[in-house]
C-alpha cells in the first residue's frame, strides 16, 4: 500500500530585496570656533514670552494672530520635578526639552495654537494661571495635543478663553528622547460675543486655616456664585507636597497629576447665582497627615473661578476598644446595637488571628454581648468606609474576657469591601466577641450594627434517634437520623452542627461547645460529589453522615444540633456512641466466581480494596510494559448479564488510587475469556453489549454484522470476521480517530459519512462478487499515514478536501494507440497533488501527472500499475516537485498495448506550505 500525507495549507512566497544603503558624511570644520550657542530666552516657566499679537479684519470678524520662530535645540533638559510633563505625552517621564509662551486674554475669545511649520516631533500644552498666575504650582491644565495629524507629528489645540485670565502655553519635544529643533508657534485668537464673569467658591467646611488639626470630617462643603449661575464645582483633595500642591488633576504636584472629583450631583440651588455644595464620599483619612482640599467653580459659559485653597491635618481619637485581653471592648448592651467609630488610631497588630483573615489584617477592635436568649442574629459592618474582616468568637464555657487559646470561631466573613456579614445563633448564658479589622489599609470611619434576625422565632426541633455504625474504610463511622423541621417538626432547616469527642460523652451544652465539630472538610467527610457535609432534607427524612479519618481502636461521642435560616438553633440531640475498629470490612468480590452482580443498569459500588487478597486473577491487555507477568495488585471483580443489546460505559473516576479497568466476555470462573476492551489513564470504558464481538460462528457459515446506530467514535485495531461480514452505519458518522489497521470487511453499507482517521489502514478484499461499498455519504480517509486499498468497488471513494480537481473519463478506449490527458491551467503557485485513476485490462497501465506550456514536459511522477482484470483506485502524493503559477497541468494515463475500459482519470491540487 502506498502510504499518503496530505494537508490543506497555503503556500506562502516571498520575495526579498535587500537595499544596502550606505551613507558617507563628510564634515568639515573651519579653523576657527563656533560661538557658543545658548538656551532660548523662553526656555524656562518663569522666562515664558510674552504674546503680541497683530490685529486682522477678515470675514468672520476680528483676528489677533502671533506667530514666533526660535531655536529650541540647546534648551534645558527638564524633569518631572522641574516642569509638568503634558498629560497627552504617554511615553515621557521626564528628560525633555521645553519652551513657554504667555498670555493675558484682554477678552472671552475662541483660541487656536499650532506647531505646524516646526522641524521636531512637538507637544503642545495649554494651562489656565491660578493666583498669582506666575506660580507653577497653581496652573490648571486646559487643552493638550501630540499628534494632530498622524503624518505631521506636529501639534494643534483649540479652546475657549475667559477674559482676565492668563494662559501660558508649553511646547515640549515628544517622549524621553530630549531632542528638540526649531520651533515655529503660531496662534490665532478671535473675540467671543460670551459670558465673560468668572464665577467665585469658597470651601467653607473644613474652613480655610493654617493647618487646623481635625480628628473627624464627614463632609466637604463650601458655596460658589456666578451672575449667571455656578454649572459645576470640581474638587480634589491631596496629601501630596506644601502650600496646596498635588491636589489634583488640574494641579500641578510636582511629580504627578492626579484626578479631579466632580461635586456636581451635590449642587443645591443648581443654576442659581449663589450655590452651596456638599461632598461626602471623602478618602480614608490617615492619622497625623495634613491634606489639601482645592475647589473650582465652572458657570454655563465654562468660565471658571480662581482656585480656592483649604488644608487640614487629621489626628484620630484613641481607640478605648482595641485590646480584648485588657477588658478594652465596646459592650453590646441589646439585640438593636448600633456603633460608628473611627478605627485609624488603634493598635497597629491584630490580637486574635481568624480562619478567612489570610494575613490582611491589621488595627483591630472588639465589642462583647453576653447572651441572655437562644435566637439567630447578625454583626456586620454595613457602609463603613474601609474594606473590613469581621470575626465572631464565642467565649469558651463562657469565660470572660475570652483566653486567646480558647475562644471558638463563629464565623468569619472577608468580603474584600466595606460590607462584612457573619449570621450565627446565639445561646443564652454564652458570651460572644465580635473582631473588626482593616483589610490592609488603616481603618478608618467604622459602622458596626449587631441586630436580631427578625420573623421567625421557632426553632427546630432536637433530633431523637441519632445513631452510628462502622463503615467499611478505616476509620469511618455512618451516622443515621431523622430530620426535624425548620419550625419545630414541619419544613426543611438550613444546617446542621455535627460534632464529636474522644474524652467524655457530649450530653449537655457545655460538652457540646468544646466538642470537634465536622466541617465541609474533605478530612473529615470526603470530597463531593460522593462525600460532603449532609444538609437538611424536609422533615421526617432518614438522614445519614459519613465521618472518615477517626482515631481506630477508639470510643468516639456524637452529638448534633439543627439551625433555621434565622439561625434559631434546636435544642441538643440524643448522643451516639461507637468504639471506632482498627481494620476496614473485608470484600468477598476478589476473584471472579465470586464477581459483585450488577443487577441493574445505573449502578455504582464502593470498596476498600487493600484487605482482599494479592495478586490479579487475569493479565489486563493494556499497558503490557506494566503487567508483563501477573500484576502483584489486588483485583476486584464485577458480573453483568446481558439480556439487551445496548451502549454501556463503565468507569473509577473517584477512586482513591491508580486504577486498571478491563472488561471481559466469556464463562465463569474466567479461565480464557475474551478480552472486550482495557484502560490504564482514564478509566472508563464504552462497548456494546452483546453485539461488539464480529467473528464467524463456529461449524455454521452465518456472517455477523457490526451495526451502527448516532455518531460512533472508535480507536485501536478493529477486525470484523473473516472477510463474511459487513459494517452497517445506518445514520450520523463513523470516526474511527486513529483506528489502525482495518480488515477483513466484505463491504459497507452506509447513510453517513465515513471518517477512517489519520492512521487507517483500509484494505476490502478481492473476492468476486464482493466488496461494494453502497453508500450515500462520502467515505474519507485522512491521509497522514494512512493508505487505501479498494477492489471491486462501485462507489467513488473521496480524498480531501482540496483545492482544485480536473478529470477525464472515457468508455472502451484503446490506450495502445493514445493517451488520455486531464488538462487543468493552475492559478497559483502548488506543490502537492493526489492522481486517481480506474481502468480494466490485463496488462499494465502507466499514469503520469506532469505540467508544460504547451505539452507534459516536466513529469512530477509516473507509475505503473498491473490491472490484474479489475477495477483499480490508487491514491498517491509527490512533494519532489513545485507547480510553478500559470503553468498547464496534464493527468496522463497510457498502456503500452491494452484496451481498457471506464477509464476515469482524475486529478486533485491543494496547495501546501513551502
Given at each position: 500500500?502506498?502510504?499518503?500525507?496530505?494537508?490543506?495549507?497555503?503556500?506562502?512566497?516571498?520575495?526579498?530585496k535587500l537595499i544596502s544603503l550606505f551613507f558617507i558624511a563628510f564634515i568639515f570644520f573651519i579653523s576657527q570656533p563656533n560661538p557658543a550657542l545658548s538656551a532660548p530666552e523662553n526656555d524656562n516657566f518663569v522666562n515664558a514670552s510674552t504674546m503680541t499679537h497683530t490685529s486682522t479684519t477678515t470675514a468672520g470678524g476680528l483676528k489677533y494672530n502671533f506667530t514666533h520662530s526660535t531655536a529650541t535645540l540647546d534648551a534645558s533638559t527638564e524633569t518631572t520635578t522641574s516642569e509638568p510633563t503634558p498629560s497627552c505625552d504617554y511615553g515621557a517621564s521626564g528628560n525633555f526639552k521645553s519652551i513657554w509662551y504667555k498670555y493675558l486674554s484682554t477678552a472671552a475669545m475662541s483660541a487656536t495654537a499650532d506647531t505646524f511649520d516646526s522641524s521636531f516631533d512637538t507637544v503642545l500644552q495649554s494651562y489656565k494661571a491660578g493666583s498669582p498666575y506666575n506660580d507653577i504650582t497653581r496652573l490648571t491644565q486646559d487643552t493638550c495635543n501630540d499628534d494632530f495629524v498622524a503624518t505631521n507629528n506636529r501639534s494643534q489645540i483649540q479652546f475657549n478663553l475667559a477674559k482676565g485670565v492668563t494662559y501660558y502655553f508649553q511646547i515640549t519635544s515628544k517622549g524621553n528622547s530630549g531632542a528638540a529643533g526649531t520651533t515655529i508657534f503660531s496662534s490665532t485668537f478671535s473675540p467671543r460675543s460670551v459670558d465673560e464673569t468668572v464665577p467665585t467658591v469658597t470651601i467653607t467646611q473644613p474652613s480655610a486655616g493654617t493647618f487646623p488639626t481635625l480628628s473627624s470630617l464627614l463632609v466637604i462643603s463650601g458655596t460658589s456664585t456666578d451672575n449667571a449661575g455656578v454649572n459645576s464645582v470640581e474638587l480634589t483633595i491631596s496629601s501630596g507636597g506644601t502650600n496646596g500642591q498635588g491636589a489634583g488633576s488640574s494641579y500641578w504636584s510636582g511629580s504627578t497629576w492626579g484626578s479631579t472629583v466632580s461635586v456636581n450631583s451635590f449642587l443645591k440651588n443648581y443654576g442659581s447665582s449663589s450655590t452651596l455644595w456638599d461632598y461626602t464620599t471623602l478618602p480614608q483619612w490617615v492619622n497625623g497627615t495634613t491634606y489639601y482640599i482645592r475647589a473650582t467653580a465652572i458657570d454655563s459659559s465654562n468660565n471658571s473661578s480662581i482656585v480656592n485653597l483649604s488644608s487640614f491635618t487629621f489626628f484620630a481619637q484613641n481607640?478605648?476598644?482595641?485590646?480584648?485581653?485588657?477588658?478594652?471592648?465596646?459592650?453590646?448592651?441589646?439585640?438593636?446595637?448600633?456603633?460608628?467609630?473611627?478605627?485609624?488610631?488603634?493598635?497597629?497588630?491584630?490580637?486574635?488571628?481568624?480562619?478567612?483573615?489570610?494575613?490582611?489584617?491589621?488595627?483591630?477592635?472588639?465589642?462583647?454581648?453576653?447572651?441572655?436568649?437562644?435566637?439567630?442574629?447578625e454583626a456586620n459592618t454595613n457602609d463603613s468606609d474601609f474594606n473590613t474582616i469581621l470575626t465572631v468568637w464565642k467565649s469558651t464555657g463562657g469565660t470572660d474576657p475570652v483566653p486567646g487559646a480558647n475562644a471558638t470561631e463563629i464565623g468569619c466573613d472577608h468580603p474584600y469591601n466595606t460590607n462584612a456579614t457573619v449570621k450565627f445563633s446565639i445561646e443564652n448564658g454564652a458570651t460572644y466577641y465580635v473582631q473588626v479589622m482593616s483589610d490592609y489599609g488603616s481603618g478608618g470611619i467604622l459602622r458596626f450594627q449587631f441586630k436580631e434576625l427578625s420573623g421567625d422565632n421557632s426553632a427546630p426541633d432536637p433530633v431523637t434517634n441519632l445513631t452510628a455504625a462502622a463503615d467499611i474504610e478505616y476509620g469511618a463511622v455512618k451516622l443515621t437520623w431523622t430530620s426535624p423541621g425548620d419550625d419545630?417538626?414541619?419544613?426543611?432547616?438550613?444546617?446542621?452542627?455535627?460534632?464529636?469527642?474522644?474524652?467524655?460523652?457530649?450530653?449537655?451544652?457545655?460538652?457540646?461547645?468544646?466538642?470537634?465539630?465536622?466541617?465541609?472538610?474533605?478530612?473529615?467527610?470526603?470530597?463531593?460529589?460522593?462525600?460532603?457535609?449532609?444538609?437538611?432534607?424536609?422533615?421526617?427524612?432518614?438522614?445519614?453522615?459519613?465521618?472518615?479519618?477517626?482515631?481506630?481502636?477508639?470510643?468516639?461521642?456524637?452529638?448534633?444540633?439543627?439551625?433555621d435560616d434565622v439561625f434559631n438553633l434546636s435544642a441538643l440531640s440524643n448522643g451516639a456512641t461507637i468504639f471506632v475498629p482498627g481494620s476496614a470490612l473485608n470484600s468477598s468480590?476478589?476473584?471472579?466466581?465470586?464477581?459483585?452482580?450488577?443487577?441493574?443498569?445505573?449502578?455504582?459500588?464502593?470498596i476498600i480494596t487493600t484487605e482482599i487478597s494479592n495478586g490479579a486473577q487475569k493479565t489486563p491487555t493494556c499497558n503490557t510494559t506494566k503487567f508483563t507477568t501477573l500484576p502483584t495488585s489486588n483485583d476486584v471483580w464485577y458480573r453483568l448479564l446481558s439480556t439487551a443489546t445496548r451502549n454501556v460505559t463503565v468507569n473509577t473516576f473517584n477512586s482513591s488510587f491508580d486504577t486498571i479497568l478491563q472488561v471481559w466476555r466469556g464463562s465463569e470462573p474466567i479461565v480464557v475469556g475474551q478480552p472486550i476492551d482495557c484502560n490504564d489513564d482514564a478509566d472508563q470504558l464504552l462497548w456494546s453489549a452483546g453485539l461488539f464481538t464480529c467473528e464467524s460462528l463456529a461449524d455454521a457459515d452465518i456472517p455477523n454484522t457490526l451495526s451502527m446506530t448516532g455518531t460512533w467514535t472508535t480507536t485501536g485495531n478493529l477486525t470484523i470476521g473473516d472477510g463474511g461480514d459487513d459494517v452497517i452505519i445506518n445514520s450520523d458518522t463513523w470516526d474511527t480517530d486513529s483506528l489502525g489497521a482495518f480488515t477483513g470487511v466484505t463491504g459497507i453499507t452506509s447513510t453517513g459519512i465515513i471518517d477512517f482517521g489519520s492512521a487507517t489502514s483500509f484494505e476490502i478484499p478481492n473476492s468476486a462478487g464482493a466488496g461494494t461499498i453502497d453508500t450515500?455519504?462520502?467515505?474519507?480517509?485522512?491521509?497522514?499515514?494512512?493508505?487505501?486499498?479498494?477492489?471491486?468497488?462501485?462507489?467513488?471513494?473521496?480524498?480531501?478536501?482540496?483545492?482544485?480537481?480536473?478529470?477525464?473519463?472515457?468508455?472502451?478506449?484503446?490506450?495502445?494507440?493514445?493517451?488520455?490527458?486531464?488538462?487543468?491551467?493552475?492559478?497559483?503557485?502548488?506543490?502537492?497533488?493526489?492522481?486517481?485513476?480506474?481502468?480494466?485490462?490485463?496488462?499494465?497501465?502507466?499514469?503520469?501527472?506532469?505540467?508544460?506550456?504547451?505539452?507534459?514536459?516536466?513529469?512530477?511522477?509516473?507509475?505503473?500499475?498491473?490491472?490484474?482484470?479489475?477495477?483499480?483506485?490508487?491514491?498517491?502524493?509527490?512533494?519532489?516537485?513545485?507547480?510553478?503559477?500559470?503553468?498547464?497541468?496534464?493527468?496522463?494515463?497510457?498502456?503500452?498495448?491494452?484496451?481498457?475500459?471506464?477509464?476515469?482519470?482524475?486529478a486533485c491540487m491543494y496547495k501546501a506550505a513551502p
Open positions: 500500500m502506498n502510504k499518503l500525507f496530505l494537508k490543506k495549507e497555503s503556500i506562502a512566497f516571498y520575495n526579498i481607640v478605648s476598644n482595641d485590646d480584648y485581653s485588657n477588658g478594652n471592648v465596646t459592650v453590646i448592651d441589646s439585640l438593636n446595637f448600633t456603633s460608628q467609630s473611627t478605627t485609624t488610631a488603634a493598635n497597629f497588630a491584630i490580637q486574635k488571628t481568624p480562619s478567612c483573615e489570610y494575613g490582611a489584617g491589621n488595627r483591630d477592635v472588639w465589642f462583647r454581648h453576653v447572651s441572655t436568649t437562644t435566637k439567630g442574629v419545630a417538626r414541619d419544613g426543611t432547616a438550613a444546617s446542621y452542627d455535627i460534632r464529636f469527642s474522644t474524652t467524655e460523652p457530649v450530653n449537655n451544652d457545655l460538652n457540646f461547645s468544646t466538642a470537634v465539630r465536622i466541617t465541609n472538610s474533605p478530612t473529615l467527610v470526603g470530597t463531593p460529589p460522593n462525600d460532603s457535609l449532609t444538609v437538611p432534607q424536609v422533615a421526617y427524612t432518614v438522614q445519614t453522615q459519613l465521618i472518615k479519618n477517626l482515631t481506630q481502636n477508639t470510643t468516639v461521642w456524637f452529638a448534633m444540633k439543627t439551625m468480590n476478589d476473584n471472579s466466581v465470586n464477581a459483585t452482580t450488577i443487577t441493574a443498569i445505573p449502578f455504582s459500588h464502593e450515500t455519504g462520502e467515505i474519507g480517509i485522512n491521509t497522514t499515514s494512512s493508505s487505501l486499498n479498494y477492489y471491486d468497488g462501485t462507489r467513488e471513494v473521496v480524498l480531501g478536501p482540496f483545492d482544485k480537481c480536473f478529470a477525464y473519463s472515457l468508455d472502451g478506449t484503446d490506450l495502445s494507440a493514445n493517451s488520455l490527458f486531464a488538462v487543468w491551467t493552475a492559478d497559483e503557485p502548488y506543490t502537492l497533488a493526489l492522481v486517481t485513476m480506474k481502468a480494466s485490462g490485463s496488462n499494465s497501465a502507466t499514469w503520469n501527472l506532469s505540467y508544460g506550456l504547451t505539452t507534459p514536459t516536466t513529469s512530477i511522477f509516473s507509475a505503473s500499475k498491473k490491472a490484474s482484470g479489475s477495477a483499480l483506485i490508487r491514491y498517491t502524493t509527490f512533494t519532489n516537485s513545485a507547480i510553478p503559477d500559470g503553468s498547464t497541468v496534464y493527468a496522463q494515463v497510457s498502456s503500452a498495448s491494452a484496451t481498457l475500459d471506464d477509464v476515469l482519470v482524475r
